[in-house]
């Protein structure tokens, strides 16, 4: 437990960033991140990770800018990420938890006369998901480092896919998280995830490979930025959505 508490100390200060990055370095995330991200804006990359190494992770919401011409700035972002942790553990996800699936956002939410599975009742991810869809970002659930290099950094950096987003996550992930945005050309807002979150590296590298047994929560905070981030859709406002990749996405005519 001293080793743990240690962590989670260092974990406050601007230098848990390259201690992070040392370790992950030689994992899959780490060289594939140095290999398309870094190799190809080796500038853009250091001024990111100078940048997120200062960021205040104890605030409650904290917000990054790549410094490029802000895109959609004023509307709703691109996209929206939640971490699969919030998935429901009791009653189990019917989905599944390690994953970026949302059976109900994908096949029931557009569709009258449903009823909400009691798993699905109270989840932060179906509720997340819904709002975002509405607003007409994409949804995206955040399961490894890896994956959010190929569904999020790679399309923000190859075609701008991504210019803005809104993430909740875990704290101890921030400035991580914030490094490879920015060095993808993101403007992004990160909302703190609260009970359950990862705290040090050993908790976030278990989840990283989907073990993550305790759900997370969000407080309600974390939902009010959310809806301020999204804006107010009225109930009846139907969604459709369509599945590109990893990510869901507003159907044409949603969007629209």
């Known amino acids: 437990m001293a080793g743990m508490t240690d962590e989670r100390t260092r974990g406050d200060s601007p230098a848990s960033l390259y201690g992070f990055c040392l370790r992950s370095l030689f994992r899959p995330y780490g060289w594939r991140f140095a290999a398309r991200v870094a190799a190809?804006?080796?500038?853009?990359?250091?001024?990111?990770?100078?940048?997120a190494a200062t960021i205040d992770v104890n605030d409650g919401a904290v917000e990054v800018n790549s410094g490029?011409?802000?895109?959609?700035?004023?509307?709703?972002p691109s996209v929206v990420g939640a971490g699969f942790c919030l998935k429901p553990v009791n009653p189990p996800c019917p989905s599944g938890r390690a994953n970026h699936d949302c059976g109900f956002l994908e096949h029931q939410a557009g569709r009258t006369g449903v009823s909400v599975p009691s798993a699905c009742r109270a989840c932060a991810i179906r509720e997340i998901g819904t709002s975002a869809l509405r607003a007409g970002s994409a949804f995206y659930v955040m399961t490894s480092?890896?994956?959010?290099?190929?569904?999020?950094?790679?399309?923000a950096i190859e075609d701008r896919r991504f210019p803005t987003g809104l993430f909740l996550l875990c704290r101890y992930s921030f400035r991580p998280f914030a490094?490879?945005?920015l060095a993808s050309g993101m403007r992004?807002?990160?909302?703190?995830?609260?009970?359950?979150?990862?705290?040090?590296?050993?908790?976030w590298l278990r989840a990283d490979r989907g073990m993550k047994d305790e759900q997370t929560t969000v407080d309600e905070a974390g939902m009010a930025g959310v809806a301020g981030s999204l804006g107010a859709r009225t109930p009846s406002h139907t969604i459709r959505c369509e599945r590109r990749g990893n990510v869901l996405c507003p159907a044409a005519d949603e969007a629209a």
Do not use: K, Q
Request: hydrophobic residues 45%; charged residues 25%; proline residues 10%.
């Open 188 to 203: 992004v807002r990160m909302l703190p995830l609260a009970s359950g979150a990862c705290s040090d590296y050993r908790t």
């Open 68 to 76: 490029a011409p802000a895109v959609r700035a004023a509307g709703p």
């Open 179 to 181: 490094a490879g945005a």
């Open 145 to 155: 480092a890896r994956d959010i290099l190929e569904d999020l950094y790679r399309p």
């Open 40 to 51: 190809r804006h080796p500038w853009r990359t250091l001024r990111a990770f100078r940048a």
